[in-house]
């Protein structure tokens, strides 16, 4: 199966939700968490057939304060599991290639997550250790994480062109991170260069070695943003539009494997090292004086990597979303999003002939309705054009409802 995006990964770096964390009134520092995400999607169009899927995915955290627990200052422990249910649409009807559910999964109870991590500085600086995952770390996009098609999670340059730690597995790694000041960071991360096959040798995520064939895999990432916190604060009695101090974030970064790796083609070289690169840009539009919850914002990522050793040579998704779009639903978001990936020249079919296409695009329309905080409904339109990329398709369009529940 193609590997979806991590489907709760935000800027923020939380796996889940922070309004969804309850503590346990007895236990200083030992927070626990839950999400449980469920969804039914339509093929309507294209693809092999018509039909109607439900899939799931739980996940259960524990996050330790080791500070206030056993009055160690800046460590902390997090764990997380999950489990995943159903079988997707991608499979069984329009096979295309990003994955069109960002829960899509082989069905299995999987560790997730489980690392330490020791501030330094006040949080100036930071190291984290243990079974990690990229797409909680790098090429985050505060917008994009709205939408359900997987190409607006984890970067597809990344996904599809290496062994890499993203949803639903996790790898052994160690990652560096430090902020001098509100508005910039650094961070870096060293990880194994093969996380194992979810169907196969790594079902449930407890592949905790660095194969010595298969390289390290490292990532390293800048960001910085703009005017940080300049929201209008809550209550503002000032009229009209806010059209200064609008916050944006951008991010420059890159990957690198040290393995090998095959030409892709009829060329059977193989080539020392691969690598790409990114680039991503958050920033507000628009938010009203009124109320702070009301912002229109922008995003797009770009993404490259060499087409004589990868899959997918390059990649942009951009959208809009806006939040507050009704008066008295602050908290809903209307999200329009568009993604192009281009497939490497050299990609042969299964009898070594040259494929006739190279791309798929994908466009979709979602809206999510905040029932409270720890409930929502999402209303999930999409069409993917050329689905599968490397040979004519017809458009698939595709239809759901997901529901969100966390605590």
Request: hydrophobic fraction near 40%.
């Amino acid at each position: 199966m193609a590997v979806a995006q991590d489907p709760i990964s935000t800027s923020t770096r939380e796996v889940i939700p922070s309004e969804a964390v309850t503590s346990l009134p007895h236990l200083d520092g030992l927070t626990f968490s839950g999400l449980l995400i469920t969804e039914l999607f339509g093929n309507m169009s294209g693809g092999t057939q018509r039909t109607v899927i439900w899939e799931s995915l739980s996940i259960l955290g524990m996050h330790l304060d080791c500070e206030k627990a056993m009055h160690f200052p800046g460590l902390s422990l997090n764990v997380n599991g999950l489990y995943c249910a159903g079988y997707g649409l991608t499979d069984k009807a329009v096979h295309d290639l990003n994955v069109l559910s960002n829960i899509d999964s082989y069905d299995s109870l999987r560790l997730y997550e489980a690392w330490l991590q020791q501030d330094f500085a006040d949080g100036t600086f930071s190291i984290r250790a243990g079974q990690l995952l990229a797409d909680a770390e790098f090429f985050a996009s505060q917008y994009s994480s709205l939408f359900v098609n997987s190409s607006f999670g984890a970067l597809p340059v990344v996904s599809l062109n290496f062994s890499s730690p993203i949803f639903p597995i996790a790898a052994p790694g160690v990652r560096l991170r430090t902020q001098p000041n509100e508005s910039l960071y650094l961070e870096a991360a060293a990880f194994s260069g093969d996380v194992g096959d979810p169907t196969g040798n790594n079902k449930h995520n407890l592949r905790l070695s660095f194969p010595d064939n298969d390289g390290i895999l490292v990532f390293a990432e800048i960001g910085y943003t703009l005017n940080p916190g300049t929201a209008p604060e809550k209550g503002s009695s000032t009229d009209g539009i806010a059209t200064k101090n609008l916050s944006g974030t951008y991010k420059l970064g890159g990957c690198f494997d040290s393995g090998d790796f095959s030409a892709g083609d009829t060329n059977p070289s193989v080539h020392r090292h691969n690598y790409a690169i990114y680039l991503l840009a958050d920033q507000e539009i628009w938010h009203s004086d009124r109320a702070v919850d009301r912002t229109l914002a922008f995003f797009c990522r770009l993404g490259f990597a060499p087409q004589d050793r990868n899959t997918m040579t390059a990649f942009v998704d951009s959208g809009l979303t806006l939040q507050g779009l009704l008066a008295g639903r602050e908290n809903d978001s209307l999200g329009l999003g568009f993604s192009y990936g281009q497939l490497s020249d050299s990609l042969v079919d299964d009898l070594g002939r040259k494929v006739s296409n190279h791309n798929e695009t994908v466009v979709e329309l979602t809206y999510r309705i905040a029932l409270n905080s720890h409930a929502a409904l999402q209303p999930d339109l999409q069409c993917i054009l050329n689905p599968g990329g490397v040979r004519p398709a017809a458009t698939a369009v595709v239809a759901g409802l997901r529901c969100t529940l966390s605590f």
